[in-house]
């Protein structure tokens, strides 16, 4: 059964898809959702609140898509797996993924504990990737960093439109592909 604060976040996530942040309004989000526009603020202080947790919410969808693709795969294919699967993620919902990567000011325990979440989960695959692989670099903290920023830095180009500009650039994937070469040292995956 959805509970009315889970409408009122559904609610936000379709402004937030439509129109970004700034779509997101309170009143609009309690009519959306079929409820009084006083009504949000019986679960949520404010906007900020509201979208800490939506932004916490699509953590936790961002760690269950990771475990879902690495799962079954083993050595730099898992490494591969959880990038596509983190880079898809946020190309099919840009908004959300500039939400959930965007500045926030303040603490927010939902949503700290859902970003501790989804890093675990990306830390553990390649983790597990390091103990089948040789190849790949030794520092889990430093290689997830590594793979986070290039991710978000593919993600960045292909939302922009400068990632395939010219005839047979290459996409996401390839570049993906060619990354795991790169820190496995060169070597095939």
Request: charged residues 25%; aromatic residues 4%; hydrophobic residues 45%.
């Amino acid at each position: 059964m959805t509970t009315t604060r889970d409408r009122l976040i559904d609610a936000a996530a379709g402004l937030l898809d439509e129109g970004g942040p700034a779509a997101v309004t309170l009143r609009e989000v309690g009519r959306r959702a079929g409820v009084s526009h006083n009504a949000p603020y019986k679960h949520f202080q404010d906007k900020r609140d509201l979208l800490a947790a939506l932004a916490a919410g699509e953590l936790r969808v961002l760690a269950g898509r990771l475990a879902d693709a690495t799962a079954g795969e083993t050595g730099a294919a898992r490494i591969g797996a959880s990038l596509r699967a983190y880079v898809g993620w946020a190309i099919a919902a840009p908004e959300r993924f500039r939400l959930v990567f965007g500045a926030w000011t303040g603490p927010h325990a939902e949503l700290e504990s859902a970003a501790q979440e989804a890093v675990a989960t990306i830390t553990e695959a390649v983790a597990s990737a390091q103990a089948e692989d040789d190849a790949l670099p030794r520092d889990t903290e430093r290689l997830v960093a590594l793979l986070r920023s290039t991710a978000h830095g593919l993600v960045d180009l292909e939302l922009s439109g400068h990632l395939r500009k010219r005839p047979g650039a290459p996409g996401p994937d390839d570049l993906i592909d060619e990354l795991i070469t790169l820190v496995r040292g060169g070597g095939p995956a």
